[in-house]
């Protein structure tokens, strides 16, 4: 196990909704990153989190926001969920700034849009 | 410019044999390549790992080959094993912030 747990596993919206997904990282790490992977598909970067600023975004709207917390959580935020946002949303753990880091990631949150 | 193409985009080896999975970036300022194993259900783990000031890296089974000049890299998997059968996706990053650009993957069989 890597240390890194997401809440929940699966969860079934409607669209239009709004959706927050969280992330308990490892401890000690200073970085967040969270990714969306759509059905056999590679993950797509949507931002990083580097104590607790925005360190990065990836090519998506607005509408997805996020938050790292001092205790080493972090939650990704989705509004006005689309049908093309059902996918498995990743979130990475790292400590940049050290060579030969590595992202430890959770189990994924499966998010299904209706 | 970000983007990193990997292929094939499946494959099958009979058990014993060598798997190879290639990919080829744009960016040159990437500076870590990693490979990454997916099973069914669960988070993607970290296979190995390279810089682009070193040809090959080799960890048990499995080696990348990297060519600088041709901006490509790949993975070999020697004899491999049933419970090697995943999904293999390669990764450029930078090891200043570790933003993973990932390639589309590689479902991978190994027929016993």
């Known amino acids: 196990e890597t240390g890194v747990t997401q809440s929940p596993t699966h969860l079934i919206k409607t669209r239009g909704q709004q959706v927050t997904l969280r992330c308990s990282s490892q401890s000690g790490h200073n970085t967040v990153s969270w990714y969306q992977q759509a059905l056999g598909q590679g993950p797509q970067f949507i931002f990083q989190y580097y104590r607790e600023e925005e360190n990065g975004r990836g090519n998506f709207p607005p509408r997805f926001s996020g938050l790292q917390f001092p205790n080493y959580s972090s939650e990704l935020n989705v509004n006005a969920l689309e049908l093309d946002d059902s996918a498995l949303y990743l979130c990475a753990s790292s400590f940049v700034g050290l060579r030969d880091t590595e992202a430890f990631f959770g189990q994924g949150t499966r998010l299904t849009v209706v | 410019q970000q983007q990193v193409k990997q292929s094939p985009q499946s494959l099958i080896v009979q058990k014993g044999g060598i798997s190879i999975i290639n990919c080829a970036y744009e960016?040159?300022?990437?500076?870590?390549f990693p490979w990454y194993q997916q099973f069914p259900g669960k988070g993607p783990a970290l296979l190995i790992a390279?810089?682009?000031d070193v040809s090959e890296k080799k960890e048990g089974r499995f080696t990348i080959s990297f060519n600088k000049s041709a901006k490509q890299f790949s993975l070999h998997i020697m004899d491999s094993q049933p419970g090697d059968s995943a999904t293999y996706f390669c990764?450029?990053?930078?090891?200043?912030?570790?933003?993973?650009?990932w390639g589309a993957g590689t479902k991978l069989i190994i027929k016993p």
């Open positions: 390279i810089r682009p």
């Open positions: 960016n040159t300022a990437f500076d870590y």
């Open positions: 990764a450029a990053t930078w090891d200043s912030n570790y933003q993973l650009i």
